[in-house]
T-cell receptor
Framework: DAKTTQPTSMDCAEGRAANLPCNHS???????VYWYRQIHSQGPQYIIHGLKNNETNEMASLIITEDRKSSTLILPHATLRDTAVYYCIVRLLSNDYKLSFGAGTTVTVRA | GAVVSQHPSWVICKSGTSVKIECRSL??????MFWYRQFPKQSLMLMATSNEGSKATYEQGVEKDKFLINHASLTLSTLTVTSAHPEDSSFYIC?????????????FGPGTRLTVT
């Protein structure tokens, strides 16, 4: 599986957009980029995923570069409840795949 | 949809006793469930993969005789920590996999905080 690199931590202001980068330079053609987040003392929560095209849902937007070697998760209007650890994971969609988590980015939204 | 529950949400037990944690998929059937463990300020670590009707597959370094996993039905998997010791104190999280069209997605439970005294 392609490894990912994320900043250890980042702060952002409440109400502003939060842009979370992820590098995955060894990603293969059939691997998807997934984002999960984990709020303190809770289980991980799925946010969004994509293959090539940019994706948007009610939680966030995912921008994947044309060469697919990096991506950015965008939280359009960060709130205090978005404070969490955000995990960028590159994975296959096969039925025997097991999600593995790296260190993630600790995002702190400040008022 | 795709809700996973765990019970209990927290438990305190004495050293040497056994503790059972339940993981249920509430609105879907899961042929495969996963168990993770998370120590403070660390990421999730996969412990084992549980398949309905068959023996669990454990990750390297995880003692299968200490962490007993049973996946008796398509909606229930249990993790029993046997002869628990303080070093087993951790946050245990289960995850259930479901097929969505051509893809397979994992949904996570809220976690169980185990404290061994």
């Amino acid at each position: 599986d392609a490894k990912t690199t994320q900043p250890t931590s980042m702060d952002c202001a409440e109400g502003r957009a939060a842009n979370l980068p992820c590098n995955h330079s060894t990603i293969s053609g059939n691997e998807y980029v997934y984002w999960y987040r984990q709020i303190h003392s809770q289980g991980p929560q799925y946010i969004i995923h994509g293959l090539k095209n940019n994706e948007t849902n009610e939680m966030a937007s995912l921008i994947i570069t044309e060469d697919r070697k990096s991506s950015t998760l965008i939280l359009p209007h960060a709130t205090l409840r978005d404070t969490a650890v955000y995990y960028c994971i590159v994975r296959l969609l096969s039925n025997d795949y097991k999600l593995s988590f790296g260190a993630g980015t600790t995002v702190t939204v400040r008022a | 949809g795709a809700v996973v529950s765990q019970h209990p949400s927290w438990v305190i037990c004495k050293s040497g006793t056994s503790v059972k944690i339940e993981c249920r998929s509430l609105d879907f059937q899961a042929t495969t469930m996963f168990w993770y463990r998370q120590f403070p300020k660390q990421s999730l670590m996969l412990m084992a993969t549980s398949n309905e009707g068959s023996k669990a597959t454990y990750e390297q370094g995880v003692e299968k005789d200490k962490f007993l996993i049973n996946h008796a039905s398509l909606t229930l998997s249990t993790l029993t920590v046997t002869s628990a010791h303080p070093e087993d104190s951790s946050f245990y999280i289960c995850s259930a996999r479901v097929q969505r069209g051509r893809t397979y997605e994992q949904y996570f439970g809220p976690g169980t905080r185990l404290t061994v005294t």
